[in-house]
């Protein structure tokens, strides 16, 4: 299923817009989850990262789709977006929030299913698979691949990458549901460790980066085993 939100204030380019997706999915054979905004301020106050395509106006009465654009990639630097817009001079502006291409209005279905069908040759290419976590005041989406470790101190989380610490709320077995991955292991009740990233291991500890981590001795062997197999796995 792919998730497209539309945002357009005007309600007949809606219906239009709405009309070709109904009819690129019976054609193609795709099959899609739209939700509607008529600006870009609704989408854009609480976003969630949960969409694969936006297609959007620029020209719109409260946040217009440029604002709006920059607003999403602060969290989302994934999703396809597409302007749709009548004014020509702001599409280079455009690709400056990364938008992948630009429909001019009156649109054509021939013009739109050629923007459809490249937006989601780009969302495939893209095979990553993505989380969203909550922390204070927002959502964050995450590719779980980039994840090294989850740490839980206090009742609260910690996402780890390479780069960046990500805060969050939760548990470390709600952390382990959503992240939903062999990949993933619970060496002690305080980390969930990514197999993928394990430079070394000792005695009591596993070294991810220049993180060293501690292993209950009552999963250490489990740990080994679980190493072991995912080596194996990646080797084949």
């Known amino acids: ?19 070709y997706l109904r009819r690129y999915a019976r054609e193609s054979g795709e099959h899609f989850s739209t939700a509607v905004f008529t ?11 949960n969409y694969d395509i936006i297609l959007m106006d620029i020209a719109m009465a409260y946040m217009d789709g440029m604002r709006t654009a920059e ?24 690709y400056s929030v990364g938008a992948l291409d630009y429909v001019l209005k009156p649109v054509s279905y021939f013009a739109f299913s050629q923007r459809i069908q ?23 989406k ?14 609260d989380l910690t996402y780890h ?7 969050a709320k939760g548990t470390l077995s709600e952390a382990e549901a959503l992240l939903g991955s062999d990949s993933f ?16 291991m000792d005695n009591s500890s596993i070294l991810i980066g220049a993180d060293r981590i501690q292993v209950s001795r009552a999963r250490k062997k489990a740990l080994m085993d679980a190493l072991n197999n995912y080596i194996n796995e990646v080797s084949k």
């Open 1 to 19: 299923m792919v998730r497209i939100a539309l945002v357009e204030d005007d309600s007949n380019y809606r219906k239009e817009l709405l009309e």
């Open 39 to 49: 600006d870009g301020a609704e989408i854009a106050e609480g976003y969630q990262a």
């Open 71 to 94: 607003t999403i990639r602060q969290v989302d630097d994934e999703v396809v977006i597409i302007f749709i817009t009548n004014m020509p001079q702001f599409v280079m502006k455009g």
């Open 118 to 140: 490249r937006a989601l040759s780009r969302m495939r290419k893209r095979s990553r698979r993505y989380i969203t976590i909550p922390f204070k005041g927002g959502m964050r």
């Open 142 to 155: 995450l590719a779980v691949s980039e994840v090294t470790y989850v740490e839980v101190r206090d009742h």
């Open 161 to 167: 990458t390479a780069q960046e610490q990500f805060p």
């Open 185 to 200: 292991f619970r060496c002690s009740k305080c980390y969930l460790v990514n197999l993928e990233y394990v430079d070394g």
